[in-house]
């Protein structure tokens, strides 16, 4: 059954076998928030995997259909893009690492079905950064970002190169040299993570388990924009549910967080994923992480925020406090980004450049 | 069950009108007063629902502030698709509803495979007609639709990948420059055009609404069997030039926008639609002209 008062979207991804007890508008607003939150490849899969698909109207079989063909095509594209990469990269001689979507796909993981993905993520070490670029230049690779500023950002600042694109295919590849901006507070330490990384394929790596997981946390608590994400704590919630199966992970990854010094994003996809998606962690592990949380009142607003923007499109809530938690949230990935004075220089920058329209 | 007109106004200015063409139901909502009067005029005759119906796609036709809705009226589009429409003046609204619904199915749509081509059914022949932008295959498309003929699309061929049928998605035919006075004279009457809208990026732009008997049989489907490539010239000669399985398949490829997405069985679907139709080009210096061989061409070669 449906529980009314409940955001069905939720419902489904943690029961798919609810889909058919849905009515036209609750299809249409679990379609609407999906397509918005790009998880309408994840509910065609999750239909077809639990053998539902045939009691779906046929009206959703056609929708969700469209969502199946697309991020079907588009993981075709990037495991073809990968192969590119490597072909590019034949004579390189040190690690290459994929993370995020092309990652999870070449695993094989539960948060690789059904899953928009758009970009090839490869992380590779800081010293190799001139290789592999040359290395992707000569392939055909060019890069799209051609403004001074925004290309000397990148290269001081940014955790990734500007990102190619090889003209043949459209297909973005961002080539990263570690998982978190140069200036953020918390520097992990990617030497480890890299280290510790697993060949896949011939010259072709995963970060472990563990780093994989943290890699999603703190790209979605720490560096990326909360609203809309959840996505990113539908993937987290999928490796915790997949890693755990092997007993000593928990107590693997709750070392590996502190010795990176991650313990309070992990509190915070710990603590969301079992309030979304009920993602079964052990007792022991949430008490080791609660003693990352932050102070009671940052918690409270915390909490404010992030139960708005999580879902941020059904009605019956007001505009102006969706409007402050999705600001407090950007001005919050921002202040943990960069040191206060340069922030308000690349602030003002930015805003300049709006204010004139110049390219500067 | 349909609205009447009076209700499909208020549902456009307020929760949104949900309209149904062929296999897709948009739900769309216009700001703008005027653009919602040349809305409903070009799409009098549709299926409006009462609803609720599941929705294919989300439309908002909307101001972007109140300089734009009142001082300089400009009329901005969402799709919730990654598009990127510039505004454009309330004088040409009804522009961007029309190249927004194009948008959300040329890329929103992957359940059926897709063609930029026109199809007409008659006696249960379906005809592809694919060409590329300025070739007259709206024009053709449209003058054989008031010629007899059932009207599928001018523009997006929807075919089917399992059963290899093709479903019809009757939206207006779009004209542009020397085509307008042609149809107009074929149809002897304006009621079915909106007005002419001069100085767009493609000139001058007019809307035909399809016949009525081809909007009360929007749910029909018909089984491909002609392949028509048309070659508009204002000099041409008139000629039938027979296409080969080969040339008649790639010509196929190359028209669909979602082949390389759907793969595998896209590939099969047109290989079969090639081996079983009969295709030729042909070129022609009017619309008459052209008419006359698309019924010569099938009559000669379907018993």
């Known amino acids: ?360 | 069950m349909n609205l009447v007109p009076v209700d499909a106004k208020q549902r456009l200015s307020g929760p949104g009108l949900l309209m149904g063409i062929g296999p897709i139901t948009t739900r769309i909502s216009i700001e703008f007063p005027s653009i919602r009067d040349e809305f409903l005029r070009i799409y009098q005759g549709y299926p409006f629902f009462e609803g609720p119906e599941i929705i294919d796609y989300y439309l908002d036709v909307y101001a972007k502030n109140f300089f734009r809705r009142y001082l300089r009226p400009q009329v901005a589009i969402n799709t919730l698709m990654r598009d990127d429409f510039a505004p454009l003046p309330e004088s040409m609204g009804l522009l961007s509803v029309e190249m927004a619904l194009n948008w959300q199915v040329a890329f929103g749509c992957k359940s059926h495979i897709l063609f930029h081509a026109g199809v007409v059914e008659k006696n249960g022949i379906g005809v592809i007609i694919p060409a590329i932008s300025g070739s007259g295959k709206s024009t053709l498309s449209a003058g054989l639709a008031y010629d007899g003929w059932r009207f599928f699309s001018d523009e997006f061929g929807m075919l089917d990948a399992e059963t290899g049928a093709l479903h019809p998605y009757p939206r207006p035919v779009s004209l542009k420059n020397q085509s307008i006075p042609v149809m107009k004279e074929w149809l002897g009457s304006e009621d079915a055009f909106s007005r002419e809208y001069h100085g767009t990026p493609k000139g001058t732009i007019c809307y035909l609404r399809p016949p009525d008997s081809s909007l009360e049989n929007m749910y029909k489907p018909v089984r491909p069997r002609v392949i028509i490539h048309p070659v508009y010239g204002p000099n041409a000669k008139s000629e039938i030039k027979p296409l080969t399985e080969t040339m008649a398949f790639f010509r196929l490829v190359r028209s669909s926008a979602n082949y390389g997405d759907i793969g595998a069985p896209a590939f099969h679907a047109l290989a079969k639609i090639a081996q079983n139709c009969i295709a030729c080009e042909i070129t022609y210096s009017s619309l008459e002209e052209g008419i006359r061989l698309v019924n010569k061409f099938i009559d000669e070669n379907i018993a």
Request: hydrophobic fraction near 45%; include cysteine.
């Open chain 1, 1 to 360: 059954m449906i529980t009314q008062g409940q955001n069905p979207l939720l419902q489904i991804l943690k029961t798919p076998s609810l889909m058919p007890a849905l009515d036209i508008d609750g299809w249409n607003q679990v379609l609407f928030e999906a397509h918005m939150l790009k998880l309408r490849g994840r509910l065609a899969h999750d239909a077809e995997a639990n053998g539902l698909w045939e009691k779906l109207p046929d009206k959703v079989q056609m929708i969700l259909t469209n969502a199946k063909v697309e991020t079907t095509a588009r993981q075709r594209k990037i495991m073809w893009e990968v192969n590119r990469v490597r072909r590019a990269l034949f004579d390189f001689e040190d690690k290459v690492i994929l993370v995020k979507g092309a990652a999870y796909i070449v695993k094989g993981l539960t948060s690789a079905l059904g899953r928009h993905s758009v970009d090839v993520d490869i992380l590779v070490a800081r010293k190799n950064l001139d290789s592999v670029e040359n290395h992707l230049f000569l392939a055909g690779y060019g890069s799209q970002i051609l403004n001074d500023y925004d290309q000397q950002y990148y290269r001081e600042w940014a955790h990734e190169l500007p990102p190619l694109l090889h003209p043949d295919r459209m297909v973005e590849v961002d080539v990263h040299h570690t998982i978190l901006q140069v200036t953020n507070r918390l520097s992990p330490n990617i030497e480890l993570m890299m280290a510790a990384a697993q060949q896949v394929e011939d010259g072709i790596y995963t970060l472990c388990d563990e780093d994989m997981l943290l890699h999603s946390i703190v790209h979605q608590f720490v560096d990326g924009t909360l609203k809309g994400s959840l996505r990113n704590l539908l993937e987290q919630h999928d490796m915790m549910g997949e890693f755990s199966a092997d007993p000593d992970f928990w107590t693997r990854f709750m070392d590996r967080a502190e010795i990176v010094n991650f313990g309070r994003p992990v509190f915070y996809s710990l603590r969301y994923c079992q309030y979304f998606l009920n993602t079964s962690i052990p007792a022991d592990v949430m008490r080791r992480a609660e003693k990352y949380a932050p102070g009671a009142v940052t918690l409270m607003l915390m909490d404010m925020m992030i139960l708005r923007v999580m879902l941020p499109f059904g009605d019956k809530r007001s505009r102006l406090s969706d409007y402050l938690a999705t600001n407090g949230l950007y001005i919050r990935s921002h202040w943990l980004r960069m040191p206060p004075m340069m922030l308000m220089t690349h602030l003002a920058r930015k805003l300049l450049r709006r204010i004139t329209f110049s390219k500067a």
